[in-house]
């Protein structure tokens, strides 16, 4: 119940195309929901985050949607371009003092030119 | 601003030798902080985290130990390295409830 369970391993696309990849979950305690980016050799970092308050979310290019009932939430990527080729996590955690993250098992992204 | 630091960035030791990696946080007081490792491939898996100077809880057990003798400081550790403790190994702080901000990693080849 712990789980972050997402989708696809890997993903590749045209610049241009909008890669979508997918996060599921179980626990309903969950109520934050970050996506981070990571370039090889490179320690994540926050991408855009989301709360089961909010449907959708856009920062810049970058774009959340949610989904309460359905327990999912999706990353969606608009204009790709070759220099959002990185690996992608969803995560979630619960309001608590330790404030740890779940993760998921990360999407691998390639954007060809 | 806050910021983190991770060091050393590669480090290749043998089988059989101890490790010592650092972290520290600067610009914040009384963060949570967290090691993560990081096996060929992509998954971020949790070995402890910490919320207090002395506070370290495990989530797997294994070879490695942590340790937070100071407030801004968190420390992974092995008395004797294994093949297996290869990896990306991450440190992570955050304030409490949300959002984490991860080091820039350290890469460890035990061969």
């Known amino acids: 119940q712990q789980q972050v369970k997402q989708s696809p391993q890997s993903l590749i696309v045209q610049k241009g195309g909008i890669p979508i990849i997918n996060c599921a979950y179980e626990?309903?305690?969950?109520?934050?929901f970050p996506w981070y980016q990571q370039f090889p050799g490179k320690g994540p970092a926050l991408l855009i985050a989301i709360r089961p308050d909010v449907s959708e979310k856009k920062e810049g290019r970058f774009t959340i949607s949610f989904n309460k009932s359905a327990k999912q939430f999706s990353l969606h990527i608009m204009d790709s371009q070759p220099g959002d080729s990185a690996t992608y996590f969803c995560a979630a955690s619960m309001h608590s003092n330790t404030g740890k993250l779940i993760f998921g098992q990360g999407t691998t992204l390639q954007v060809k030119p | 601003s806050q910021t983190i630091h991770q060091w050393p960035a590669t480090l290749v030791q043998p089988v059989g030798s101890p490790l010592s990696l650092e972290c520290t946080v600067e610009g914040t007081s009384n963060p949570n902080l967290y090691w993560y490792r990081q096996a060929a491939g992509r998954g971020l898996q949790l070995l402890f985290y910490s919320v207090g100077i002395g506070q370290i809880s495990s989530e797997v057990p294994q070879n490695l130990s942590a340790s937070r003798p100071q407030d801004r400081q968190f420390i992974l550790s092995s008395k004797k390295l294994l093949l297996s403790d290869s990896g990306f190994y991450l440190c992570a702080w955050s304030p409490g409830a949300r959002g984490y901000t991860f080091g820039s990693g350290t890469r460890l080849t035990v061969v």
């Open positions: 626990n309903t305690a969950f109520d934050y």
